[in-house]
């Protein structure tokens, strides 16, 4: 079992930043990938960012190249997504996830299917 619990959403005027957290317990952190997804009003949950289990390989959805970091500090067991030139329509429940720990789950997946723990939200709202 994984257990993951987000936090650091919260209220910015467009342009803005924030910073998320997942802070993750149960099994051996720096074995399995983390990923970030978000769930808007009325719509499916989205793919995001992934980061492998070493840090080094990162994965990112179109719409945050260049404007969202994912990053983990394995000894903090905590997966970060820095987020910069917010706009309006980020806004959106964000979701920390990670896969059963075993083979193959090194590396991040950019699908809902490929995870299997998940936190329980955090609320970002950027104002125009």
């Known amino acids: 079992q994984v257990q993951l619990v987000e936090s650091g959403g919260g209220l910015v005027q467009a342009g803005g930043s924030l910073r998320l957290s997942c802070a993750a317990s149960?099994?051996?952190?720096?074995?399995?990938?983390m990923g970030w997804f978000r769930q808007a009003p009325g719509k499916g949950r989205e793919f995001v960012a992934t980061i492998s289990w070493s840090g080094g390989s990162t994965y990112y959805a179109d719409f945050v190249k260049g404007r969202f970091t994912i990053s983990r500090d394995n000894a903090k067991s905590t997966v970060y997504l820095q987020m910069n030139s917010l706009k309006p329509e980020d806004t959106a429940v964000y979701y920390c996830?990670?896969?059963?720990?075993?083979?193959?789950?090194?590396?991040?997946?950019?699908?809902?299917?490929?995870?299997?723990?998940w936190g329980q939200g955090t609320q970002v709202t950027v104002s125009s």
């Open positions: 149960g099994r051996t952190f720096s074995s399995y990938a």
């Open positions: 996830a990670a896969p059963e720990p075993g083979p193959g789950t090194g590396v991040g997946s950019s699908t809902v299917q490929g995870y299997d723990y």
